[in-house]
């Protein structure tokens, strides 16, 4: 699983914010890793510098193998709340999404079917 951290101008951290948003979505997506590709993290603020509630927003986009990508996002008054608040439903999301391609018996749906 490759993962990408973007950010905008105003977001400081460099090589460690970088290593630990890798680290961290590693460890939350460990049991999809055979079924994304790509991770990419964009962080920016909104407030371009100033200070303000829930300035700070967090977009995931995951990439499945063979599925449509799937894209989260998450507002917070720090970079690691919004980070932890994205990360958390991008997981809800893939959860949901890889759910569907089993039935409630754990056999393969029809949705699962190559086209």
Do not use: Y
């Given at each position: 699983m490759q993962i990408q951290v973007h950010t905008d101008d105003n977001i400081q951290g460099g090589d460690s914010l970088a290593r630990w948003i890798s680290d961290e979505t590693t460890a939350k997506l460990?049991?999809?890793?055979?079924?994304v590709t790509r991770v990419e993290v964009f962080l920016t603020d909104i407030d371009a510098g100033k200070s303000g509630a829930q300035d700070k927003r967090c977009r995931v986009e995951a990439r499945p193998a063979g599925r449509q990508p799937l894209t989260v996002t998450a507002d917070g008054d720090k970079?690691?709340?919004?980070?932890t608040g994205a990360i958390d439903k991008l997981v809800?999301?893939?959860d949901t999404d890889m759910g569907r391609l089993k039935d409630k018996n754990g056999r393969d749906t029809i949705r699962a079917a190559e086209e």
């Amino acid at each position: 699983m490759q993962i990408q951290v973007h950010t905008d101008d105003n977001i400081q951290g460099g090589d460690s914010l970088a290593r630990w948003i890798s680290d961290e979505t590693t460890a939350k997506l460990s049991r999809f890793r055979d079924h994304v590709t790509r991770v990419e993290v964009f962080l920016t603020d909104i407030d371009a510098g100033k200070s303000g509630a829930q300035d700070k927003r967090c977009r995931v986009e995951a990439r499945p193998a063979g599925r449509q990508p799937l894209t989260v996002t998450a507002d917070g008054d720090k970079v690691a709340a919004a980070f932890t608040g994205a990360i958390d439903k991008l997981v809800r999301a893939l959860d949901t999404d890889m759910g569907r391609l089993k039935d409630k018996n754990g056999r393969d749906t029809i949705r699962a079917a190559e086209e």
